[in-house]
């Protein structure tokens, strides 16, 4: 019989063992999946998981936490997927308990729906859309190493990274549009020729990231003080910190680093 793992939350942090690993089937009491909201999954391979969000308290104290974006390094790419995904079901099943036009109580349909008993109304998951560019500006003198880039580290960032402007897609925008405003309204600065590089599912808690570069076209740099600490332009040479490797920001500043070599 294959063994079942547990991919247990709490929050945006990843529970392992003491000895760095998740948690088998047999490491946890059996009464949690009478008394949790607990998804069942299993990857491309077979291997079965079982995710549930639980309090510190719950566990055992010897086990470590460690925070989602750093979980990438500790994981294959298969079983970080199914935590991703794991993550996002969990806090959809959070935020949708009831019916949005009678207040009657959900039930579960099918793995990823739910539909409401009284009027008949069904819900399926639906990340919200936000897009990420990397804004560069090429050097006058066609110099590579003169190139700089635009990187800001807003007040929420966690840690002591920079990374790239980024922000929800509004009703009514195209994604384009979006791009433009949020460049302009976080950094005061005009941008033209903007194109798509590529998208991804990121679980914070439930967005699906749309990447794009684009160049500078005019303005100075004026930080929105609300959302942003700091920020400003950087050459390949003298870039801050950068995002871990999970992240779209991070592929799209590697994907500029290499034109430079």
Sequence with gaps: MSKVYWIVFSKDLLWFTDQGELPEDSELLASLSYKENVRRMENAGGQSFLGVQLAPECL??????????????????????????????????????????????????TDISKQCPNCGREYWPSPSPAMIVLVEK???????????????????????????????????????????????????????????????????????????RAEYADGTLQLQKEEIERGGWFRRNNLPELPGKISLARKLIDQWLREGE
């Design 60 to 109: 055992p104290k010897n086990w470590k936490l460690v925070h989602l974006r750093q979980a990438f390094e500790l994981l294959s790419a298969n079983e970080y997927k199914v935590v991703c995904k794991l993550k996002e079901l969990l806090h959809w099943d959070e935020e949708h308990q009831f019916c949005g036009k009678c207040a009657h109580k959900l039930k579960q349909l």
């Design 138 to 212: 090429p050097s006058e003198d066609g110099v590579k190493d003169h190139d700089e880039v635009l990187m800001i580290r807003t007040h929420t960032f966690p840690g002591s990274f920079h990374s790239l402007v980024a922000g929800y897609v509004e009703s009514s925008e195209t994604l384009e549009e979006t791009v433009k405003r949020e460049v302009l309204e976080e950094t005061g600065i005009s941008i033209k020729n903007i194109r798509y590089v590529a998208s991804q599912s990121w679980p914070f808690p439930f967005v699906q990231m749309i990447g794009f």
